[in-house]
């Protein structure tokens, strides 16, 4: 374990602990932020990239989705360069017309959370800034290029729900989901999305299909949505490593860094 990448990493993916095996892993770094400790961040190489990964929920899946410490990771990603962040989120189906397995890459939001520390700035003025559209279009048209390049099928567009957890949601939640224009629910979106947007990081969630939201099919079986996501991984993983390769050099969105964190950022 080392306590800093030997140069810039600029690429991170967010994900469960298997995709890990997608890089070809050198190190892993631990990272003091003032929110504290992320989970151990892998450094990888894939081609020409120098690339991180970190495990939301701890290698171990020690955290549900209302204990991780949000804001340690997408700050402990920030402080070692990331500058674009790929997460995959594991989403139940509102819309009916998705089936389970289907990958989906989401084009907007809506935060039902409660509880969580939604921002960083507890202490500043700078702290309004645009949220019109939550996920960059410059890594959501790397996916899909990406997706078409290697003949996956994918849903371009979608909105996102997030819930508190850990629980699922009722029926009752998924048709006001849905009535609210809602098409896949999850629990981990927010408060990343917005996080990494507050620090001028570009962020896009490449999310799959685990499961019928209540209501839409079957009884909810977390053993079948672990089988879900052990099947859907290979799949994942290709298309992240695609993705990569259609980035383009620079972004032309999401330049919001405030005064505060950019001094943070030489210290």
């Not at 701890?58 to 402990?76: D, Q, S, T, V």
């Not at 290697?150 to 699922?168: F, L, T």
């Not at 949505?225 to 991984?233: G, H, K, M």
Request: with cysteine.
């Amino acid at each position: 374990m080392k306590t800093a990448p030997p140069k810039q990493v600029e690429i991170a993916i967010i994900g469960g602990s298997g995709f890990e095996s997608l890089l070809e892993c050198s190190h892993r770094i631990r990272v003091k932020t003032p929110y504290g400790y992320p989970p151990l961040i892998s450094i990888g190489e894939f081609e020409t990239h120098r690339i991180a990964f970190l495990p939301r929920h701890g290698y171990k899946h020690e955290f549900l989705p209302h204990k991780i410490n949000y804001r340690a990771n997408i700050y402990g990603l920030y402080k070692i360069g990331v500058k674009r962040i790929f997460a995959t989120n594991a989403v139940g189906a509102i819309d009916p017309k998705l089936q389970i397995g289907d990958i989906i890459v989401p084009h907007d939001l809506i935060d039902f959370t409660k509880q969580r520390p939604l921002t960083f700035f507890d202490e500043s003025l700078d702290a309004h800034i645009d949220f019109t559209e939550p996920y960059c279009n410059e890594l959501r048209k790397a996916l899909i290029q990406a997706a078409k390049k290697i003949g996956e099928p994918i849903h371009e567009h979608a909105v996102y729900a997030c819930m508190e957890g850990p629980r699922y949601e009722t029926a009752a939640e998924i048709r006001m989901l849905r009535l609210l224009g809602c098409d896949i629910v999850g629990m981990t979106g927010i408060p990343e999305a917005v996080l990494a947007r507050e620090l001028g990081i570009c962020y896009a969630s490449l999310c799959y299909v685990s499961n019928m939201a209540a209501g839409v099919g079957g009884r909810i079986s977390h053993q079948k949505i672990t089988e879900v996501a052990s099947t859907i991984r290979p799949k994942l993983s290709n298309l992240l490593m695609q993705a990569i390769l259609y980035l383009p050099r620079g972004c032309r969105y999401h330049r919001v860094l405030s005064k505060r964190h950019k001094e943070e950022r030489k210290q």
